[in-house]
Each structure stands twice: as structure tokens, then as C-alpha cells.
């Protein structure tokens, strides 16, 4: 079965700074992963995926994610954070090989942005 | 893009009652829908999988006859909780799977805030 785990529930950073979310998955065939963001009592805006395209792979309101097969890697990253950017960030995996059979996803992790 | 609009966004009921949660895509045929449910400051965890004129299927653990999915058109699915209790009180979201080109992806709805009281 297929799994993601989310290095860190809370993550503080000062505005301006990098942002750096860690997630690391398990799959049994080729995975298709994504970042989503959540705000409060909302539901989930889709960041970026990846779909065995390139490795890099940008997204909305700048932020990128790396796919590293010999890591079981896809962190997320942003050069600059802005208060907005604070949120819970889920990474998900694909239930199955295609991505036709939902996602699962990591625990999330709490961005807080420090002015 | 694709959107998925669900409604209530918010729902309070007495413990005994029913409610019922209700996706619609708005300008796409969602030909499948998952329903999630999400705890406090949790992840999401995915409940079933409903496709356009069959039965949902339920992952293991979900009682099919507490949580019952409708998905008659390709345009709206519904989550009916039947006889609700407070352990019930959740976050409910429901995602359409959508396809590109070549790949499929996932817009969600906004979900529902269920307390039962």
C-alpha cells in the first residue's frame, strides 16, 4: 500500500525566508504526488503534482517540489514566504498506478510565518 | 477549470437525525467521486469511492449503512449520515476525479462541518 509521511506537523519560518516542507513516500508502482493546501474550516487547493513528467515541478503562488527516486523524496519549497502562505500542507500519493483510484495522504504540516 | 461546489458548508443536528451532503461538479461530468473525512488538526482519510451509477465502494472500516452514497448523475453525488451520533461530528470533503490529457488529478470541494449535538 502506499504512504506518505510529512517530516515535521509544525513548521516556523520568518517572512521572507525559505520554505522548506519534507515529505517522503512509498509506493509500489510509479507514483503520481501532489501538494495541497488547506486553510481553515475549507477544503483542499491543489499546489502542484507531479505525474512522472519532469522532476521539478512548479506550482502556484511560487512554490516548487522536487521528485527524487533514489530519495522516495517530493519536499516542497518557496524562496520567500509571505504571510499568506500560512496553512496546513498535505502531500498525497496516488492509491494506484495511473492515479485513477484517489489519494492517500501525510498527516499534514502547520506552515507558521513569523513577521 | 473544474469545480466542485458542496453544500452545506456547515451543518448542526440533533443526534438521531440524518443529514445529507451534497457535491455537484459544475462544468464537468464527475464520472467518480471520493468522500474523505477529516478529524481535528488531522489527515484526510478516505471513506469511498462512488462512480456514476453504482454502488460506492467503502474502504475497510466505514459502515456502508451509517454513511450512504448516492452518485445517480454524472453531475451530483451525495453523502447521506444516518442516524447521527457525536462521534460522527466531522469534517466531510468530497473530491471528483478529473482527467487531462493524459493524466487524471483531483479538485475538491469545500467540505462540510458536521456537529452533531
Known amino acids: 500500500a502506499q504512504s506518505v509521511t510529512q517530516l515535521g506537523s509544525h513548521v516556523s519560518v520568518s517572512e521572507g525566508a525559505l520554505v522548506l516542507l519534507r515529505c517522503n513516500y512509498s509506493?509500489?508502482?510509479?507514483?503520481?504526488l501532489f501538494w495541497y493546501v488547506q486553510y481553515p474550516n475549507q477544503g483542499l487547493q491543489l499546489l502542484l503534482k507531479?505525474?512522472?513528467?519532469?522532476?521539478l515541478v512548479k506550482g502556484i503562488n511560487g512554490f516548487e517540489a522536487e521528485f527524487k527516486k533514489s530519495e522516495t523524496s517530493f519536499h516542497l519549497t518557496k524562496p520567500s514566504a509571505h504571510m499568506s502562505d500560512a496553512a496546513e500542507y498535505f502531500c498525497?500519493?496516488?492509491?494506484?498506478?495511473?492515479?485513477?483510484?484517489?489519494?492517500?495522504f501525510g498527516k499534514g504540516t502547520h506552515l507558521i510565518i513569523q513577521p | 477549470g473544474a469545480v466542485v461546489s458542496q453544500h452545506p458548508s456547515r451543518v448542526i443536528c440533533k443526534s438521531g437525525t440524518s443529514v445529507k451532503i451534497e457535491c455537484r461538479s459544475l462544468?464537468?461530468?464527475?464520472?467518480?467521486m471520493f468522500w474523505y473525512r477529516q478529524f481535528p488538526k488531522q489527515s484526510l482519510m478516505l471513506m469511498a469511492t462512488?462512480?456514476?451509477?453504482?454502488?460506492?465502494?467503502?474502504e475497510q472500516g466505514v459502515e456502508k449503512d451509517k454513511f450512504l452514497i448516492n452518485h445517480a448523475s454524472l453531475t451530483l453525488s451525495t453523502l447521506t449520515v444516518t442516524s447521527a451520533h457525536p462521534e460522527d461530528s466531522s469534517f466531510y470533503i468530497c473530491?471528483?476525479?478529473?482527467?487531462?490529457?493524459?493524466?487524471?488529478?483531483?479538485?475538491f470541494g469545500s467540505g462540510t462541518r458536521l456537529t452533531v449535538v
Open positions: 473530491s471528483a476525479r478529473v482527467r487531462d490529457r493524459v493524466n487524471y488529478g483531483y479538485t
Open positions: 509506493s509500489s508502482v510509479p507514483p503520481y
Open positions: 507531479y505525474t512522472s513528467a519532469a522532476t
Open positions: 498525497a500519493v496516488s492509491r494506484s498506478g495511473g492515479g485513477a483510484d484517489g489519494l492517500t
Open positions: 462544468d464537468f461530468q464527475a464520472t467518480t
Open positions: 462512488s462512480n456514476e451509477g453504482s454502488k460506492a465502494t467503502y
